[in-house]
Every structure is written in structure tokens, then in C-alpha cells.
């Protein structure tokens, strides 16, 4: 979708990985990818911004400190259709 939408995945190398433990990326990744836009979504919780934002270290990305941080809801990603692209 991220590329889809004209954007490029930071972690695009692992998009392909066939255990979930093999798309994981550590919070010091994330800081060095510095994501213009960070999605988020968490299986049966809410994707609370001001934690994510609170991370430490996380003040030096860019996604952050514009406040371009945006929650993709678990039904729509663990159950893929149109809602992914319309809702």
C-alpha cells in the first residue's frame, strides 16, 4: 500500500519475511531509517500516537516531529480487501 500510495517502505527488506519474528526492526532502526510517516497497528489495540512519540530517542524522526504518525486499524490489515484501500 505504502508504495502503491507513491511512498517507499524503509523496511521494504523485510516485507517478504515468512515468520513474523523476521519482519521485526528494533526502536534504534527506526531511528536510523528516519520514516518521513510512521503507520501503526497493533492486533486488538489502539495505536496510541503520544506513546509512540514518547519513545526514546524517537524525537530525532522526522514522522515524529511533524506528527505524521497514522494508525491502520487490525481488522483492515488482518483481513485484506477493499477496506484497506478505502476506509
Known sequence: LI????GENVFSDRAMGQ????RFVTPDEVIGAKPDIIIGSWCGKG?????VAARPG???IPAV??????EIKSA?????GP???TD
Open 76 to 80: 483492515i490489515i488482518l483481513q485484506p
Open 3 to 6: 508504495e502503491i500510495a507513491g
Open 47 to 51: 495505536f496510541k500516537k503520544a506513546d
Open 65 to 70: 516531529r511533524h506528527e505524521h504518525l497514522y
Open 19 to 22: 515468520a513474523a519474528k523476521d
Open 83 to 85: 477496506a484497506a484501500l
Open 58 to 60: 524517537w524525537d530525532r
